[in-house]
DNA sequence: AATGCTTTATACT
DNA sequence: AGTATAAAGCATT
């Protein structure tokens, strides 16, 4: 995996999408902007995501972003016919949800032991925590990662850490290369956290949601708000995809780890499905 | 009491 | 019709 290198200035290139997408900028003003020429662009472009710029560019439009938002009624059914304790996909992988005990979110991880690991990915280095029950968090960095780290153990202020790059990276490997290979993720949070995290497990690979359809999956229609600020407080990044809510009328809303972050993803899962469709 | 990965209603170009 | 503001709504700190 050579994407990894590129990273930052396809960033750069992103924040710049997203700032602008929704006028569609040409791609001479996006490679001027990172200060590439125009050919050097769309070549590592295409070498992270497997599709051309332009093809990302139109992926994540407006109307191309509305058409594949699924509705609540869509999501209630499509639950409802793969089972509601089916897993969630990702990369062609399934990911199973259990959350922390009540006692063990009251006494902060209790009992509980972290191995955790830092890593590159295409999407920038991330910390990635693991237990015995799954993978308790997945987050982004930008500089330094040992912040996240800090913050991992404030978190769980009672459990027990020990770092260990060979097992995380092992899942790392499940994630992003193709070992096909079922991963667990262990959830910690309030009881509606919770609920719209189990939400988000339903949108389907290469769909997307509101987040007033998640609030109206939970039964508040007007929680939007609410349930934004619980996906905020993700800390399992891919496997709980937050990525996959979007504004209803088709922006791009927020994203913990970076607005142009979460555009790389959502293009990125668009370039896997065209890739290798089906 | 204030804040946030929203949404709607209203008021203006 | 598009775009800027205001206000409504709700869990969390």
Not at 163 to 191: C, M, S, W
Not at 235 to 240: E, F, G, K, S, V
Not at 248 to 259: A, E, N, R, T
Request: with cysteine; net charge positive; glycine share 8%.
């Amino acid at each position: 995996m050579k994407e990894e290198v590129n990273y930052n200035r396809i960033k750069s290139a992103l924040e710049f999408i997203a700032a602008n997408y929704k006028k569609q900028p040409g791609m001479n003003e996006i490679a001027e902007h990172i200060h590439l020429s125009e050919f050097h662009f769309q070549r590592i472009f295409k070498e992270w995501s497997g599709i051309t710029p332009k093809k990302f560019l139109r992926s994540i439009t407006f109307e191309e972003l509305k058409k594949n938002i699924e509705t609540t009624e869509n999501l209630a059914e499509l639950s409802e016919s793969t089972g509601l304790s089916s897993p969630s996909r990702i990369y062609d992988l399934f990911v199973d949800i259990e959350s922390v005990t009540p006692e063990e979110y009251k006494t902060k991880g209790k009992g509980i032991e972290i191995r955790y690991g830092i890593h590159e990915t295409p999407f920038g280095k991330c910390l990635l925590a693991n237990t015995k029950r799954g993978i308790c968090a997945l987050e982004f960095a930008d500089e330094e990662p040992a912040s996240l780290v800090q913050a991992l153990k404030e978190k769980w202020q009672n459990a027990t850490f020990e770092e260990n790059q060979h097992e995380t990276g092992a899942i790392i490997d499940t994630i992003f290369g193709n070992k096909k290979q079922p991963l667990k993720a262990l959830l910690y949070g309030t009881n509606f956290q919770v609920k719209v995290w189990e939400a988000l497990i339903k949108i389907p690979y290469g769909k997307f949601t509101s987040y007033s359809s998640v609030a109206e999956m939970l039964g508040r229609p007007n929680a939007s708000r609410a349930v934004g600020t619980a996906i905020g407080k993700n800390n399992i990044a891919l496997l709980i995809p937050c990525h996959r809510v979007i504004q209803q009328i088709g922006g791009i809303g927020g994203y913990k780890w970076g607005v142009e972050r979460k555009l790389a993803i959502i293009g990125y899962e668009k370039s896997m499905n065209e890739n290798k469709p089906k």
